[in-house]
Structure formats: structure tokens, C-alpha cells
């Protein structure tokens, strides 16, 4: 097997012929994975890929980190070995354990005309790095082309991504690090590539106001670099806080100060950067006359104390966190202490992100969007509206500063997708989350506005346990043009949300079954809920649709259903003892599937309701009191309700069987709640329904 591969390497086509005549294994893998197709990519032979290919090699082998030949033919840049391997097959954006692409690759190793031409076969310009959980829980992944092209120099091919290709220069990687992060971050390799990159994403209005993996914004980066060009740039924009600082409480002039460049240094000064005492001690500590001279011209006044901060916080899960942040020195943004870095994250999103704060003293989750966006308007209109809400998440405050906008609300500590995934989820039962859900939408809706996007992630949990309804950058208003199309988008939301929380997260919120599998308890109930949602026109549309379902039977607890059940064959039964042929016509059940409820009931317990001399503590009954039931659902609720009335009556044997009654009939007839509630619904006996009139 090594012998052959060996060959490949080598070049040598007469060699690995012979080998092949001779019986080598074709597809033998090496160490790492490599087969000898993967060896003749790497070498670049397109003579010795093609014998190989027609001796029967498998174009689609991965190496143990899972790159195929074609990935492959991307690092070397080889369009005849690229198309050929199309033609075999190959999927365009196909990727390794790591998430490299060919197209990823090519622009790693600076190879322009595969990049040209695997665009032109579709390949996928703003592509993440596809990595499994494990990876991603550790941060890594994400990188786009893009990325990949301008951490490694390859100015050229930043500009074609970008003008020719149609590349988002703010895509960020699972460290929430764009374009711009990666041309300027490590020292290693600082050339005049990365450089030219830097400078043309800030020309294409690249994020500013990202961070590396050590806090470092993009002013500290472009200081560490000691380019006076690009800090020129970046202070050109006016959108960065030229004293925000890293994870050691360095700003960017402690950086430029300790690299000794007093040119850079200078210009911060000029452009209004805090000068204060530990600055000066940095410059003092390395004998710069020049600079501290620059410095003292420039000196701030003491800087104010920041606000106190309660050190007892209510948040178990970010408790470690909200101290550290607690214990930095952070300049104040109005009364909003945050660090937007990516340890003191809650959660990323297409914005921005959600991060710990403190607003006025108090722990807060602080949700940045750009200052001008629509999302931006949505959340803070929705949330300022309903600040009297009680099933929404509170607004705290908001602050602004340069191009962002900082909305401050309640911390909590996890969303229902973090919940689930505990191994103790039981906490909570399926019935009380989706209750508060609908209140919650039915709240919002009240409020005068649809959600929009109704997922397990807007589902939030604080440290009591309590759940809000989070997330309104998407929310728009209901008027009566859009009360439709607003109204419906919620309500097929909370189809999904049903499913997701009665399975209780067993399997993505995207990929769910399209009806409740029968294994689910209630199952029957829970798909009438679910199709009560169900609009399938404008017309309609009842006001109080989300109201009405919150006392759906799915909701009743298992007393009350007993409750109900006892109520309407109590009524049955007065109806047959005035005269079965007067029975009102709403309690002739149509389509009964209770005819042969007899044969579920134990006989002992049958027995002792159809004979009356085995009722404890009664003499011996005559032949003529003999209670008769027949088939059918209304005789299933007279018995029903003749054992509740009777029940203590019984001897201990039938009631050590039954146990429960609730229990006991429930659990024999689980269905037969919910047939009676659609059967009767609209009828005169709806007042034995919980409702919000009845709620009780």
C-alpha cells in the first residue's frame, strides 16, 4: 500500500503502472487517510490522475480529516483537476471535518483562477465553516473565503471577492471576528498584503466595532501593527470609542505608548483620547521624553468613578462573569457599563450579539444593533410599548453611542433550546410552558403586535424560573392590512412550538414531524390544538382566537376534565330520567368511537355499578333495580358520573382497583375529553368548559 502511494509522489507513472498490474489496492489509504489519488492531486499530475481514475480510484476517498481530491485541487489551484472532478461528481460546495471548501482552499493559497472558476460552477461566496458542535462549542469555524483570503495577504483576491463576487465583508466566524479581524490579527506574518486589505474593508464600510479573541478592538490592532495608515482610516470613520479597551484594560493608546510610536500617539491625543495616569506611568517606566511630554500636554482631568454595582448577583449561570466584568475599568456609555467581547456573550446574533451589562448598578442582558437599522427600530418601538407587559421580557433602558444602539433588558438565565438539553428538564411540565407561550403572543398581539419569529430560542427563563417571550427585531405592527398576514405567521410559529415543547426538544426545532407522534401522551389533544390554529382564510380570523385556546382541554388539568366528564353525564342522566327520546340533539354524539367502552371497564368495577346489591352498606337489592347501560359515549359519561357519586359507597376491593377515579377513567378513555369538547363546543353545555369567563 505504501509502496504504490510512495510512487504517486514520487511522479513516477511507470512505476505506479506497474504497481497497479501487479494487484496494488487502489484505494489502500496511508497514514492521515491519504490514498494514492489524493497523493497525485497534492503532486499536481494530472497524467497520473487520470490513470488512476480509469483504474478504478474513488474520486470522492476523504483523508481522516475528510478532504477530498477535489478539495484538494483547490489548494493547488489546478482547473483541469477542479473540472474533472466536477464532472465525476463532486458537489461544488462540498467540505472537510473542518468546513474547508475548494473554494476556501483556493483563496487560502492565493490561487485566483480556481477561485474564478469555482465561482462560475456556483460555489458558495459567503460559505461558513461548517463544524460540528464540539468545535463550534470551543469557537472555532465560521471563516468565510473571505476571511481566508485576507488573513493570508492575498489583496488581489480580497478585491474579487468583494467587487466580483458579491462577498459580505461582515460575515463573522464562531469568534465573531469579520474580514477586518482576520487581515489585522497576529503579529506573525504582517505583510504588506494584509495591510492593503485591511484598509480596503474599511473602505467597504467593514464592521469597526468587532473584537479578536482577546478583546482587542480594531483601533488596538491597527496600533499593534504600527500602521499610521490604517489607524488614520479607522479614526476617519468616527465610529469606534477611542478609549474602549481589551481584556487587560489596555486601550490603544497603552498599546501605542509601549511600542514606543510616538507619531501614533500623537494623533490619538490630537483626536481626543483619555490621557491618564496609567498611560503616563508606561511612558515614564520606559524613558520616552518625547512622548510624555506629548502626553502631560494632553492630560485628562481624574477620571469620574464609575457607578456602584451590586456584587451580590441574582444570576447563578453568569454569576463568575458578571464579576469580572464587575471588577474591569470600562468607559461608561451613558449609565451602561458593557464589554463587548466575546467571553461576556449570551448569545450571537445577525446584528450583533446579546452581552452582560450592568445598567444603572443592575445585571442586564444588553442586545447592540446598528443604530439606524430596522431591526433596531422594530425591538425598541415593541419594547417600549409593552413595557407593562407580563409575559414579555422587561425593557430596562437603552443607550447609544456612535453607530450603535444598546437596548438593556431583564437577564434571564437560559432559552427553552438550553433548557431542554439539561439532563433534569422535568422541572417543568409541557402544559405550563405552552400556556405561558400563549398568553404571551396573546399579550403581544393585545399590545398591537405579531412576534414573526416564534422559535425555542425567543422562549427565555429566569433564574426563578419564570418565562418571557424575547426577541422583537422582527416584530411588526397589526393594522387592520396586516392583521392577517401578521396574526397567521404567529399562530403557524406556535404549531411548530407546540410540537417542539410536547417533545420536549427531542429533535430540532427545524426538523420536526409535520403531525405529534402517537407515543406523545395526549397526542389526540395536542393535534387539535394544533389544528385550531389552523386559518384558511382572511374571514376566518376570531379576535380572540388565542384567549379562547388557552382553555383548550389540553390545558384542564386531570380534575377538571374528570369535573367536565361527571358534568355532562350528570346531564345525560337527567335527560334519560325524564325520557330517553327527549334527549337534547346536542348530546346525540355523532360518530361515537365509545361503543364498546364496556369491555375496557373491569368487570368487577362494571358489576358493581350494573348490579346495586353490591353497594357497600345497602341490603340486598331486588332484580328490578338493576342499572342498564348500553354502547355509546352517553352511557360511558352516565356510568362515569354514577361512580363519582357512588364511589365511596363501593366495596374495598373496587375501589383499590380503580384507585383514582380521575385517574382511573382518564387513563382508560384518554380521548374522550377532547371528543366531547369538539362535540359540544358550540353547544349550551360549553358552560361546563373552563373559559375566560369560567376560568375556575
Request: aromatic share 8%.
Amino acid at each position: 500500500m505504501a509502496e504504490l502511494n510512495a510512487a504517486v509522489k514520487k511522479g513516477d507513472l511507470k512505476l505506479v503502472r506497474q504497481l497497479v498490474e501487479d494487484g496494488a489496492d487502489i484505494n489502500a489509504k496511508v497514514e492521515s487517510g491519504w490514498t494514492p489519488l489524493h497523493s497525485a492531486v497534492q503532486i499536481n499530475s494530472n497524467e497520473i490522475v487520470n490513470f488512476l481514475l480509469k483504474n478504478g480510484a474513488d474520486p470522492f476517498a476523504r483523508k481522516d480529516n475528510g478532504a477530498t481530491p477535489f478539495i484538494l485541487a483547490g489548494m493547488t489551484g489546478n482547473v483541469k483537476l477542479l473540472k474533472l472532478f466536477l464532472d465525476k461528481g463532486s458537489c461544488i460546495n462540498e467540505y472537510d471535518i473542518n468546513g474547508f471548501t475548494a473554494f476556501m482552499e483556493a483563496a487560502i493559497y492565493g490561487q485566483k483562477k480556481a477561485l474564478r472558476f469555482l465561482y462560475k460552477k456556483g460555489a458558495d461566496v459567503n460559505q461558513r465553516r461548517e463544524v460540528d458542535e464540539t468545535k463550534k462549542a470551543v469557537k472555532k469555524g465560521g471563516a468565510t473565503a473571505l476571511m481566508d483570503a485576507a488573513s493570508h495577504g492575498h489583496f488581489a483576491l480580497v478585491k474579487i471577492l468583494i467587487k466580483k463576487m458579491g462577498a459580505d465583508v461582515n460575515i463573522c466566524d464562531n469568534q465573531d471576528g469579520n474580514a477586518l479581524i482576520r487581515a489585522l490579527s497576529e503579529d506573525k506574518n504582517w505583510n504588506k498584503g494584509r495591510k492593503n486589505s485591511a484598509l480596503f474593508l474599511l473602505k467597504k464600510k467593514s464592521d469597526v466595532n468587532k473584537r479578536d479573541v482577546n478583546g482587542k478592538t480594531v483601533l488596538i490592532l491597527a496600533v499593534e501593527r504600527e500602521s499610521l495608515a490604517l489607524v488614520k482610516a479607522i479614526l476617519k470613520l468616527d465610529e469606534v470609542d477611542l478609549d474602549d479597551a481589551d481584556e487587560n484594560n489596555e486601550t490603544a493608546l497603552h498599546v501605542a505608548v509601549k511600542k514606543k510610536n510616538k507619531a501614533i500617539a500623537k494623533l490619538l491625543c490630537k483626536k481626543g483620547v483619555r490621557v491618564d495616569d496609567d498611560v503616563l506611568d508606561v511612558a515614564h517606566r520606559n524613558y520616552q521624553s518625547d512622548l510624555i511630554n506629548i502626553l502631560q500636554k494632553y492630560k485628562s482631568p481624574d477620571s469620574p468613578r464609575q457607578p456602584e454595582i451590586c456584587k451580590e448577583f441574582s444570576s447563578n449561570r453568569w454569576r463568575i462573569k458578571l464579576q469580572k466584568l464587575n471588577q474591569m475599568h470600562r468607559p461608561m456609555i451613558g449609565k451602561l457599563k458593557i464589554f463587548q467581547y466575546q467571553d461576556l456573550w449570551i448569545q450571537k446574533t445577525t446584528q450583533g450579539g446579546v452581552y452582560l451589562g450592568f445598567y444603572a448598578g443592575e445585571e442586564v442582558a444588553v442586545k447592540v444593533f446598528w443604530k439606524d437599522s430596522e431591526n433596531a427600530k422594530r425591538e425598541e418601538v415593541c419594547l417600549k410599548k409593552c413595557q407593562t407587559s407580563k409575559y414579555l421580557v422587561k425593557f430596562c433602558g437603552s443607550e447609544t453611542r456612535k453607530t450603535c444602539l444598546y437596548l438593556c433588558l431583564t437577564l434571564c438565565e437560559k432559552n427553552l433550546q438550553e433548557y431542554f438539553k439539561e439532563e433534569n428538564n422535568t422541572t417543568m411540565e409541557s402544559k405550563k410552558i405552552l400556556k405561558i407561550i400563549f398568553q404571551a403572543v396573546n399579550e403581544l398581539h393585545a399590545f398591537g403586535f405579531g412576534h414573526q419569529e416564534l422559535h425555542p430560542s425567543n422562549i427565555l427563563i429566569d433564574f426563578t424560573g419564570k418565562i418571557f417571550l424575547a426577541d422583537f427585531d422582527k416584530s411588526r405592527e397589526i393594522t387592520d392590512a396586516t392583521k392577517y398576514s401578521v396574526i397567521s405567521k404567529d399562530l403557524q410559529g406556535l404549531q411548530k412550538l407546540i410540537l417542539y415543547v410536547v417533545m420536549r426538544g427531542q429533535q430540532d426545532f427545524e426538523h420536526l414531524p409535520t403531525e405529534c407522534p402517537d407515543i406523545i401522551k395526549e397526542h389526540k389533544e395536542v393535534e387539535d390544538l394544533r389544528r385550531k390554529l389552523e386559518l384558511s382564510d382572511q374571514n376566518t380570523l376570531p379576535n380572540s382566537l388565542l384567549e379562547m385556546l388557552i382553555y383548550h382541554p389540553y390545558f384542564w388539568s386531570r380534575e377538571k376534565k374528570y369535573s367536565v366528564l361527571k358534568d355532562i353525564g350528570n346531564e345525560i342522566r337527567m335527560a334519560y330520567a325524564t325520557n330517553k327520546d327527549d334527549i337534547p340533539n346536542a348530546l346525540k354524539f355523532t360518530n361515537d368511537p365509545f361503543t364498546d367502552w364496556e369491555k375496557e371497564i373491569d368487570e368487577k368495577v362494571f358489576n358493581s355499578m350494573v348490579f346495586l346489591d353490591k353497594e357497600k352498606g345497602n341490603k340486598k337489592r331486588k332484580k328490578k333495580d338493576k342499572r342498564i347501560y348500553g354502547p355509546g359515549v352517553t352511557d360511558l359519561l352516565k356510568f362515569i358520573r354514577n361512580m363519582g357519586e357512588h364511589y365511596l359507597e363501593k366495596d374495598d376491593e373496587v375501589r383499590e382497583i380503580i384507585g383514582d377515579p380521575a385517574d382511573y377513567f382518564l387513563n382508560l378513555f384518554p380521548d374522550l375529553t377532547i371528543y366531547i369538547y369538539d362535540q359540544l363546543c358550540d353547544s349550551e353545555y360549553s358552560k361546563y368548559f373552563p373559559n375566560a369567563k369560567n376560568s375556575s
